[in-house]
């Protein structure tokens, strides 16, 4: 069965310090995506970073990186000297390849709160 | 840059009443997702279509609700006799390759219903 795990309910850092929000997930699939999205305050879904399960390489943009490891079924979200304006739901979300419809499969969230 | 749009932001219904919540998808896009959130929670899946079918639907897309794609811009969801139960942020969304590639989302539309 597919599942995602997002354990961190709620994080609050002061700015400028380092956050990784953790994701774990599960799939029967060989083949699969996992993503992230941020939900601001605003409510809009924001896409943030697409990752194939062929394709360990971590991922760095900005003050954003990602850690995928397929040994851990895990793919960690780490924001670099965080700011305000990166206080968000910030989900995890998988889509399995065998799903023909592509649907998402989301984690609960969790939510970021950046203190000035 | 093209987006998803929905209409309209908050629709304020009463029980029993149908509603249809309606979303432009980016144009060359193909497949079609609405994703319910109640307050809160998590992001739900409710029905994926494409090719003017529905492609998988969950355990939430009772037969109380139905998607169509009327003409060849418009994706709408209806909810024919809402519940209380029904209250929540719905996103449409779209992807031009199925699971692949990311899904865009509109801005989302709340439903209340009283």
């Known amino acids: 069965a597919q599942k995602v795990t997002q354990a961190q309910t709620e994080i609050s850092v002061v700015e400028k310090e380092d956050v990784t929000l953790d994701c774990v997930y599960e799939?029967?699939?060989?083949?699969?995506?996992l993503f992230w999205y941020k939900q601001p305050p605003s409510g809009e879904l924001v896409f943030l970073i697409r990752?194939?399960?062929?394709?360990?390489q971590n991922e760095i943009s900005g003050r954003y990186s990602w850690n995928f490891q397929k040994s851990t079924s895990s793919f960690n979200f780490t924001i670099t000297a965080s700011q305000v304006v990166d206080s968000a739901v910030y989900f995890c979300?998988?889509?399995?390849?065998?799903?023909?419809?592509?649907?998402?499969?989301f984690g609960q969230g969790t939510e970021l709160s950046v203190k000035p | 840059e093209p987006e998803v749009t929905q209409t309209p932001s908050h629709q304020v219904t009463q029980m029993g009443q149908e509603v249809i919540l309606r979303c432009v998808p980016i144009s060359n896009h193909l497949y079609f997702y609405w994703y319910r959130q109640i307050l809160g929670q998590k992001v739900e899946f409710l029905v994926s279509?494409?090719?003017?079918?529905?492609?998988?639907k969950s355990e939430i897309f009772d037969d109380q609700f139905s998607v169509e794609r009327p003409d060849g811009s418009n994706f709408t969801l209806k909810i024919r006799s809402t519940k209380l139960e029904d209250s929540a942020m719905y996103f449409c969304?779209?992807?031009?390759?199925?699971?692949?590639?990311?899904?865009?989302f509109g801005p989302g539309t709340r439903l209340t219903v009283t």
């Open positions: 279509f494409y090719n003017n079918e529905i492609s998988e």
């Open positions: 969304a779209s992807s031009d390759l199925a699971g692949l590639n990311e899904q865009y």
């Open positions: 799939t029967r699939d060989t083949t699969y995506y």
């Open positions: 990752r194939n399960s062929f394709d360990e």
């Open positions: 979300a998988l889509s399995e390849a065998g799903n023909q419809g592509g649907k998402l499969i």
